[in-house]
């Protein structure tokens, strides 16, 4: 089974206030740290590069309002992708990256993660993946919802082009009711919105 792994962070961080994605977090771009994550499980997975495809194992990375600033720390380590329609919310770089891996047709799911869920850790992606069956959905579980990081199958992949919005993948979350399989995460429900924020998320790594 060969998993795509996306690391969505095409916002313009508004309620943050500048371009969260290169603050610092363990002495590194914030998208760096996540992007380190996200390397590692696939690493860990069956997503091995090959002769004809020799970067594959690199995770995805959907960049948008600030691609110009992110891309070139991210390009080595990195497919990025490109979203134009990234003010249109979450569900547009869903969509986008969607479009993308089924047209590269060899991948039989796609493993959405954002970049500001910070606690997000490999232990959590792991299990998560150790779950999956290949044909239902899988997410984290926090706050009594489902949601990202979340795995879907290819089969979604159709209904995931047609995302749009800041809801993300929740409309086919909310379709998929009962038929979900889930992942308790309490690590993916903080993420960074705002700079305190990340004040809070640094004095407590700090302590």
Request: net charge negative.
């Amino acid at each position: 089974m060969k998993i795509a792994y996306v690391l969505l962070a095409a916002g313009n961080a508004s309620r943050f206030g500048s371009c969260k994605q290169l603050a610092e977090v363990h002495d590194k771009a914030m998208i760096l740290h996540s992007l380190e994550t996200l390397t590692a499980l696939a690493e860990q997975t069956q997503n091995q590069p090959t002769q004809s495809q020799p970067n594959r194992i690199k995770p995805f990375v959907v960049l948008g309002a600030y691609y110009e600033q992110i891309k070139p720390i991210i390009m080595d380590k990195a497919e990025v992708i490109y979203n134009p329609d990234w003010s249109l919310g979450l569900g547009a770089s869903i969509a986008k990256a969607s479009e993308v891996i089924q047209g590269l047709g060899d991948y039989d799911a796609v493993l959405f993660t954002l970049s500001d869920q910070v606690k997000v850790n490999l232990d959590d992606l792991e299990n998560l993946i150790k779950g999956y069956d290949g044909q239902t959905i899988r997410t984290a579980y926090y706050a009594n919802k489902p949601g990202v990081p979340a795995i879907f199958p290819a089969s979604q992949f159709t209904e995931l082009k047609g995302l749009k919005g800041k809801q993300g993948a929740k409309p086919i979350l909310m379709a998929a009711k009962d038929n979900l399989s889930l992942q308790v995460m309490d690590n993916a429900l903080f993420d960074i919105d705002y700079p305190e924020d990340l004040e809070q998320y640094l004095s407590t790594i700090k302590a």
